[in-house]
């Protein structure tokens, strides 16, 4: 299948980032997470694509670079991303900062890691390589911190709360974006891809809500239904056999005759065999 033609990815940018755009659509409608705003306009949107509100109303900020790069710090400065980074933490006030990447940008994603690897009794710097800690210097720099303490800390607080994801190309995008599509709604892919894009430009700049998105998709012009699967006679049985085959896993016998002691799986079996549990375990 193509990619949607028209308007939408024109304005977002690039194909990339309006795939991701409407897979954040697709995470707000199955309820992971609260609202998605698109697009709008101030300090709030510096340097990113679009705000999430997530259930807890928290909020995360969603930047995206199509180009399949190996991304340094120097690169990422220069295309605003650590200037976009500092500002939505601050002054736009968000929890969360998420860098989507078709490329790479190991130096950085590394600095995000070993920040919540964070020790209170050891110097941040002590947990870094050589490597790691020249970058680092070079994250304070473009970050305008003072090469102390106080600076280190506060650089180490932004990186704890930037989160790096790689590799994540216009193929692959468009993969999760059509299984999204299959698993959410009746009628042909394309359908559903189209109209969830055209809601969102219409949209720009305001909040959308799991309902919202419902209540237009189901109105004229698009009459897009949502997939039952609990309707599925399939799905049931699918869903049936992993079941049975997640129980014979927990009676397997593995050492000496002996079972091994799992208290979380009884948790898991009471939740499943709840009538009003989870939909998602």
């Not at 947990?127 to 305008?144: D, H, N, P, R, V």
Request: proline residues 4%; glycine residues 8%.
């Amino acid at each position: 299948m193509g990619l949607p033609a028209g308007g939408f990815a024109d304005k977002v940018g690039n194909r990339h980032e309006a795939l991701y755009v409407v897979s954040a659509a697709l995470e707000v409608y199955r309820s992971n997470r609260a609202s998605l705003r698109w697009e709008g306009l101030g300090g709030l949107f510096r340097g990113i694509e679009y705000r999430l509100t997530l259930q807890g109303g928290s909020i995360e900020c969603v930047q995206c670079k199509g180009a399949e790069k190996n991304w340094t710090i120097g690169m990422l400065d220069a295309e605003g991303v650590l200037s976009a980074i500092k500002s939505q933490l601050t002054s736009a006030h968000a929890s969360r900062f998420v860098l989507i990447l078709a490329g790479t940008a190991r130096p950085f994603r590394e600095l995000t890691e070993r920040a919540l690897m964070f020790q209170p009794d050891v110097p941040f710097v002590g947990l870094l390589t050589k490597a790691q800690g020249s970058a680092f210097k070079q994250m304070l720099k473009y970050w305008q911190l003072p090469d102390d303490t106080d600076g280190h800390e506060q650089a180490r607080a932004w990186l704890s709360r930037t989160c790096v994801h790689e590799h994540r190309t216009l193929d692959l995008a468009k993969k999760e974006v059509e299984r999204e599509c299959e698993d959410c709604f009746k009628g042909p892919v394309s359908a559903s891809w189209a109209a969830i894009r055209d809601i969102l430009e219409v949209h720009l700049g305001q909040s959308i809500s799991a309902d919202k998105l419902l209540e237009v998709l189901r109105s004229d012009p698009y009459k897009i239904e949502p997939r039952d699967w609990s309707r599925v006679p399939d799905a049931i049985k699918s869903v049936n056999a992993l079941r049975d085959r997640f129980l014979a896993q927990l009676k397997r016998r593995l050492i000496r005759g002996q079972l091994l002691a799992r208290p979380e799986s009884q948790l898991l079996l009471n939740a499943i065999g709840t009538a009003g549990g989870p939909g998602v375990l």
